[in-house]
């Protein structure tokens, strides 16, 4: 099973690497995509290897030249990379998202990298509005046919319908490792588990789904519960990936994630794609519905309240407390914040706010915070 | 024998250690600078202390360390946050403090803690030196004045000026350049004071505010501090007589409360043995008034029941 | 007690200073705009329906439907001008809003929250608090519009305010594209993007009116918007040719003039008082370029103002320029983002006009078009030199900055940038501005003197 999970991470933690790699071999496209509501299965139909671009680990240089620090460290990072040539072997990036910071990142790359083709169709954020379908709708077929101009492929209802299950298998087995560690029978730490959802961001799905199968049935064979702790579910991080340091530090302090609703976690896995009818209409469908499921809250959606999401989440968890993981400047986050710290207090949820940062990364003062934290947790649940 | 409980506050600045004897009295108290973040401050500290009272660290019943350092020291057989530890002093030095407002060198912190002294939630600012010790001393050099000269000195303001910046840095700008048109020292000085106590009413706004306020740490030494806290929060502060040891205080309780459970579980231990020989005792008893138990087993509330624990700490 | 600036309300001048040389028309302008927030404290008593809305200028719907309506952020700059931030950023901060959220959004809702109970129920307002008092003389929403171009948290903040009425007030969001301009055929003004979406927004503005229509109960007169429409368009031309004018040398008004008339083209009603008043603006630029006036008297640089306004900053900003014989002649937001092309507006039908006006904010461009748009106007009014203010708050408006700069100096014109914010006076780094103004303005007169000695 080590060797297993090494392979997942090798794919996470060199995600263009790998890329770069497949490309030669196959010599097939990739199509970047910034995160985090465009469906891979598109670029997917035509024969591409979707690619979720994600936050580097390098400190940023180039990018500093192109974008003020008070930007979310994701949309620094991607230009960083982006400057620094990492993106030129992309055929193209995808990308539909109104969050400002990406839009400006977005600009800065086109800017700076003018030969890198941007195909932007920006989705409706207004989920209520009775045109919200039907605009979903068209911007999906619009992207549908820009994808098929730059990769030069016609992209059927067949190979999308074919596509679409694909990576409904791979999420389907994903939440199923969710489910097991739910129940405390997945002896996996929080970091390998991001190494698995993350490497499905990166990896050519089909592949990736074999190595799931295959995890999966390692697990059932040798089941290994999880070892004690507080259990802890993690919030936030809408775009990029918690740092594993910080995973391992939460863990290391004593606490045991059940559940989260990270990107690169369950927000990632939580919904399917319809199997039946119209491809494109499903896909709108999903991309309208999966903000009941998870809410964003970059999206205006009155039937949404991700507050009461998370409430309910964590008693499904039977979390004892969350960990609020707030990548610094992330406006969407930051607004909503509030009404969660407020939900929590008024349902007796410890919870604790983490700001983390691309850069810095005071291991010794979270340990500080998380450690009271826990003190506070278990001295509440032997009262 | 008297046993001794130990709490030592191994902090970025300074290193405090607290010792209690078996009623919980303080009985010895020793503050020492840090040099760099290494030993030898701490180990004075813990020395300084031993010899007040004339005690070896094998006097020591039990030792809990608190602070950055906490993990480094040898003798420690427990750790809890500074959190945790400096909630537990204030209210030890404070009783019925609801609130405690801690600001160190190197971070600040805003506590609420229930009536046992445990904290319920907490905000901390330790990532950058806005509302810290530190950001005092920057500006003090800035104004170029020794650091314990700037309360005073900032009483005497009389008019109202403003630093905005937050960053530590920039205020440093924002001083000179203040110094520079002409303003004094004691204004501008006033000006820095209502910027640390800005910071900190926004932390005490996170928690929530609650009354009565603590003040702990190295600035609630600083009047000029606490007397802008104290406008901000819209609150007097309760000052205890020395801010800087809560954080050992509380760390020496915590101490004690292993000491006086071992204690107890050994006197528990105790008891069943005496109560299995009182009732072996009682089967081999020629009759009632031979039996003999030699100490009362009923211990109502608050009777403090004195048994030598085959142990080797002793009460 | 407080000793620096006393900050300038929005749109009213600022008291008179040393040397900035300020339109006389700007006091007849801050009148307008008094009479306007007096007459929407009393809409409740005169049996109006109340409209809060944020985004773009879409008000002539409103007016069409004789109801009233206040702007999210105009608010914020009146509360922030009348009784300072700090108490509404406080309750924010409180609350748990973190500061490096737009402070307009946090002045506003942190206001909201602060009165919340007064807003509905006035009894609640304590006699003595002054800010309360002034709060809860804003009525309470009975519609809420959300009509934000571009920025994401513009959106969001209403879709906070909606949750903080409980959801129980009605909303409409405007969804106004982003024109990205990656189309073969695009171009300002341009291209199928620029039809398509032009067309959305028209459409979406209709579905506005039934809206309105749904939740007063009355009929949506299209005569009656394109009555309202027929005042804006001949003030937003009056506008621009009072601006145009301003190629003069010295440039007879400045950046700090138009600030303070841009809520005439953002949220006042469209009526004959505010022709009448650009009327005035034009005249008074006019006498003052046959007069050979300038806005700054001794004008050596002209300089283009990128960014976001600082609102409590309007004063101050105005001297540090006049002071160095700077006069900032244009700037993005007050040349480039309010009805700035009139002539789209055919008045029989003027929704589609309005659409294509609002799709037009220079933000809501990619920044290619945006970009060249900018260096069209610095080119226009011979600029030397550029200023750009990164609001550290206000990311919509700092996107790009940095290809804005390399523009410019690839256009032989300098550039500076300065750190600061809309609202929050705690994100100023003054040095800088004071340091990084001077070395522009050095490097201007080297290079001069320079092309002078060659010539």
Redesign the interface.
């Known amino acids: 099973m080590e060797q297993l999970i090494s392979r997942f991470e090798q794919a996470a933690q060199h995600p263009l690497e790998g890329a770069r790699q497949w490309k030669a071999e196959t010599g097939r496209r990739v199509i970047g995509s910034f995160p985090m509501h465009f469906p891979g299965e598109l670029a997917h139909a035509a024969g591409a290897l979707p690619l979720l671009l994600q936050e580097g680990d390098e400190p940023i240089t180039a990018g500093l030249s192109s974008m003020f620090p008070f930007y979310c460290g994701y949309t620094r990072s991607i230009v960083d990379q982006a400057m620094k040539g990492e993106y030129d072997f992309l055929d193209a990036i995808m990308f539909g998202d109104h969050c400002v910071q990406l839009l400006g990142a977005a600009d800065a790359i086109r800017c700076n990298r003018p030969e890198t083709r941007i195909l932007f169709n920006q989705l409706i954020s207004s989920m209520n509005a009775p045109w919200a379908m039907e605009q979903a709708r068209e911007t999906f077929r619009q992207l549908q046919r820009e994808l098929e101009e730059v990769i030069g492929t016609a992209i059927t209802a067949e190979s999308l319908t074919a596509s679409i299950k694909i990576f409904n298998r791979n999420r389907v087995l994903i939440r199923r490792l969710y489910d097991m560690r739910r129940a405390g029978k997945l002896a996996l730490s929080s970091a390998q588990l991001q190494h698995i959802v993350k490497s499905s961001m990166v990896m050519d799905k089909e592949t990736h789904t074999a190595l799931l199968e295959q995890l999966l049935d390692e697990i059932a064979a040798k089941p290994a519960p999880r070892v004690g702790g507080v259990p802890i579910y993690l919030s936030g991080h809408l775009c990029q990936p918690p740092k594993l340091a910080l995973l391992d530090l939460i863990e290391n302090c004593g606490a045991v994630v059940v559940g989260d609703d990270l990107y690169h976690g369950y927000r990632y896995i939580a919904s399917d794609v319809e199997e039946t009818g119209d491809p494109i209409e499903a896909l709108a469908a999903w991309y309208l519905t999966r903000n009941r499921k998870v809410p964003c809250p970059t999206r205006s959606d009155a039937g949404a309240d991700w507050d009461a999401f998370l409430v309910q989440a964590v008693n499904k968890c039977k979390a004892q407390g969350v960990i609020i993981l707030m990548a610094k400047f992330c406006e969407p986050h930051m607004y909503y914040y509030p009404e969660i710290k407020e939900a929590f207090e008024k349902h007796g949820i410890s919870h604790l706010l983490v700001e983390t940062e691309h850069e810095s990364m005071p291991l010794e003062q979270f340990k500080t915070r998380i450690e009271t934290f826990l003190e506070i947790i278990k001295r509440r649940a032997a009262a | 024998m008297t046993t001794y409980a130990m709490g030592i506050d191994f902090g970025s600045t300074t290193a405090k250690t607290i010792i209690l004897d078996g009623d919980g009295t303080v009985v010895a108290s020793c503050i020492e600078s840090m040099g760099a973040v290494s030993d030898e401050g701490v180990k004075a500290s813990i020395a300084g202390a031993l010899s007040q009272v004339g005690i070896t660290q094998q006097d020591v019943g039990f030792t809990v360390t608190t602070g950055y350092g906490r993990r480094m020291l040898d003798v420690s057989q427990k750790s809890y946050t500074e959190i945790t530890c400096h909630a537990r002093g204030a209210v030890a030095l404070v009783p019925n403090a609801r609130l405690v407002i801690d600001i160190g060198g190197q971070d600040s912190k805003v506590i609420a803690v229930d009536s046992n002294g445990l904290v319920e939630t907490f905000a901390m600012n330790d990532r950058c030196a806005a509302g810290t010790g530190k950001f005092l001393e920057v500006l003090a050099r800035a104004v170029d004045i020794k650091l314990p000269e700037m309360g005073p000195l900032a009483m005497q303001a009389t008019k109202s000026l403003k630093i905005s910046s937050m960053c530590a840095t920039f205020a440093e700008t924002e001083v000179i350049s203040l110094l520079a048109e002409g303003n004094g020292k004691a204004d501008v000085l006033g000006a820095v004071h209502a910027a640390i106590a800005a910071r900190t009413a926004g932390l005490v706004g996170r928690v929530g505010k609650r009354t009565p306020i603590v003040m702990t740490g190295g600035v609630a030494k600083n009047v000029a501090a606490v007397h802008h806290i104290e406008t901000a929060v819209g609150q007097k502060l309760v000052l205890p007589p020395d801010p800087q040891i809560a954080g050992a205080l509380g760390a020496a309780l915590f101490a004690l409360d292993e000491i006086r459970m071992a204690a107890k579980r050994s006197r528990v231990i105790d008891e069943e043995d005496r109560d299995v020989n009182s009732a072996m005792d009682t089967a081999r008893a020629c009759g009632p008034a031979c039996k003999s138990t030699g100490t009362s087993t009923a211990a109502g509330q608050g009777t403090e029941i004195v048994v030598a624990p085959p142990s080797t700490a002793v009460i | 007690?407080?000793?620096?600036d006393t900050p300038a309300p929005p749109n009213v001048m600022p008291p008179a200073k040393k040397t900035a040389n300020r339109l006389a028309a700007t006091k007849v302008g801050g009148q307008i705009v008094h009479d306007y927030w007096s007459d929407l404290f009393n809409a409740k008593d005169d049996g109006r329906k109340v409209v809060w809305y944020n985004g773009t200028y879409i008000p002539p719907m409103f007016q069409t439907m004789d109801l009233a309506w206040v702007h999210g952020e105009a608010w914020s700059a009146y509360l922030a001008a009348k009784h300072g931030e700090l108490p509404a950023q406080?309750a924010g901060?409180?609350?748990?809003?973190?500061r490096?959220?737009?402070s307009y959004?946090r002045t506003h809702i942190g206001s909201a929250l602060l009165d919340l109970r007064a807003a509905v129920d006035k009894a609640a307002v304590d006699p003595t608090d002054a800010r309360a008092l002034t709060t809860s003389k804003l009525p309470p929403p009975d519609m809420l519009v959300?009509a934000y171009p571009?920025?994401?948290?513009g959106?969001?903040?209403?879709?906070?305010i909606?949750?903080l009425f409980g959801?129980k007030i009605p909303?409409f969001?405007l969804?106004i594209?982003?024109l990205?301009g990656?189309r073969a055929d695009a171009g300002y003004l341009r291209g199928s993007e620029w039809e398509e979406r032009s067309k959305?927004v028209a459409?979406?503005l209709r579905?506005l009116a039934a809206f309105l229509e749904e939740h007063t109960g009355r009929k949506f007169e299209y005569d009656r918007l394109s009555e309202v429409m027929s005042y804006i368009k001949k003030s937003a031309e009056l506008r621009m040719e009072a601006m145009d004018l301003c190629t003069a040398k010295p440039s007879p008004a400045s950046y700090f003039d138009w600030i303070v008339s841009i809520a005439h083209v953002n949220f006042l009603p469209g009526t004959q008082r505010i022709v009448d008043y650009f009327e005035l603006v034009k005249a008074e630029i006019q006498e003052r370029i046959a007069q050979g006036v300038g806005a700054v008297p001794n004008e050596k640089y002209r300089l283009f103002f990128d960014g976001m306004m600082n609102w409590n900053k309007i004063g101050w900003l105005a001297e540090k320029f006049a002071a160095v014989n700077a006069s900032v002649v244009a700037g993005r937001y007050t040349h480039m983002s309010f009805w700035q092309e009139p002539q789209l507006i055919d008045l029989a039908d003027p929704i589609m006009g309005m659409a294509q006006n609002y799709l037009i904010c220079p933000n809501n461009h990619?920044?290619?078009i945006m970009i060249g748009e900018i260096d069209r106007v610095c080119d226009k009014f011979d600029i030397d030199g550029v200023v750009l203010h990164?609001s550290?708050?206000c990311?919509?408006m700092?996107?790009?900055?940095?290809?804005i700069a390399?523009s410019a100096k690839k256009h032989g014109r300098q550039a500076m940038t300065f750190e600061g914010d809309v609202v929050d006076?705690?994100?100023?780094?003054?040095?800088l501005l004071n340091t990084r103004l001077e070395a522009m303005l050095e490097s201007m007169d080297s290079r001069r003197n320079y092309f002078a000695k060659s010539a």
Not at chain 3, 398 to 403: A, E, G, L
Not at chain 3, 425 to 431: A, I, N, T
């Open positions: 007690m407080q000793s620096i406080k901060e409180d609350r748990g809003y973190v490096e959220l737009c959004a959300n571009y920025c994401s948290s959106q969001q903040w209403d879709q906070q909606f949750r959801k909303i969001n969804s594209p982003l990205w990656g959305y459409r979406q579905e990619g920044a290619p990164a550290r708050t990311r919509g700092t996107n790009s900055q940095f290809q390399d006076e705690s994100f100023y780094k003054d040095e």
